[in-house]
């Protein structure tokens, strides 16, 4: 079945350094995706989304990149800090007005002080 | 200005028993998910519900399971005769409108089954 999936399961980065977190989708009809954190024992907190008619959505500190020409997402991280470190997900609805979020398994980014 | 709210945050069932899940959305959200994680995975989507009705049940399994969104107070996740492999993380969302809204998470109520 189509499903999400990101290309790096851990990501460890210096304090200070920029972080970029991958994701490759595979339903050519979704059209809404959003980037999680979700910290030990808490619930995904929303970061960013983006629709499919933009290629780039900025937030405070963070970047969302979306390429549909070979259906790839990524999430941009400036001055990462230890309070960044937990795990990232990625999720895309199925297609106009879909409700399902899927989600991908996540990438455990962890901050070097 | 409360987020989502799940209780209880952890619940322990034996096997066989009943387990109830509540969620209340954030305020002026009248459309609510659930979605079950195992460890080390992503979410997974079981059932969609708006005021009084099941948009989607979809994802939810066809036995022991049900879930409902009264028109007062919370939304109940039932599990009944709970087994072993019921033990996961349920977590609830809440969006303003259907489709393309980001979903707000609680922080879930962890199940375990002994």
């Known amino acids: 079945g189509e499903s999400v999936g990101l290309h790096l399961p851990t990501l460890s980065v210096q304090e200070g350094d920029n972080s970029i977190i991958n994701c490759a989708y595979s339903n050519s009809a979704s059209d809404y995706f959003i980037w999680y954190k979700q910290e030990s024992g808490k619930g995904p907190q929303f970061i960013i989304d983006i629709r499919s008619n933009m290629d780039k959505r900025q937030g405070q500190r963070v970047t969302v990149l979306l390429n549909k020409t070979v259906k790839h997402l990524s999430l941009q991280i400036a001055a990462t800090q230890p309070g960044d470190s937990a795990v990232y997900f990625c999720?895309?609805?199925?297609?106009?007005?879909?409700?399902?979020?899927?989600f991908g398994k996540g990438t455990k980014l962890s901050v070097i002080p | 200005n409360a987020g989502v709210m799940q209780n209880p945050r952890h619940l322990v069932r034996r096997r066989g028993q009943e387990a109830r899940l509540r969620c209340s959305p954030m305020?002026?959200?009248?459309?609510v998910y659930w979605y079950r994680q195992l460890p080390e995975e992503g979410l997974k989507f079981m059932v969609y519900?708006?005021?009084?009705?099941?948009?989607?049940e979809s994802g939810m399994p066809k036995e022991r399971f049900s879930a409902e969104f009264p028109k007062e107070g919370p939304s109940i996740l039932r599990i009944q005769q709970v087994v072993r492999g019921d033990s996961a993380a349920y977590f609830c969302?809440?969006?303003?409108?259907?489709?393309?809204?980001?979903?707000?998470f609680g922080d879930g109520t962890r199940l375990s089954i002994l």
């Open positions: 305020k002026g959200h009248s459309h």
């Open positions: 969302a809440s969006s303003m409108a259907r489709g393309n809204q980001p979903q707000h």
């Open positions: 519900l708006q005021k009084e009705n099941i948009i989607d």
């Open positions: 999720a895309e609805n199925s297609g106009a007005g879909s409700y399902q979020l899927t």
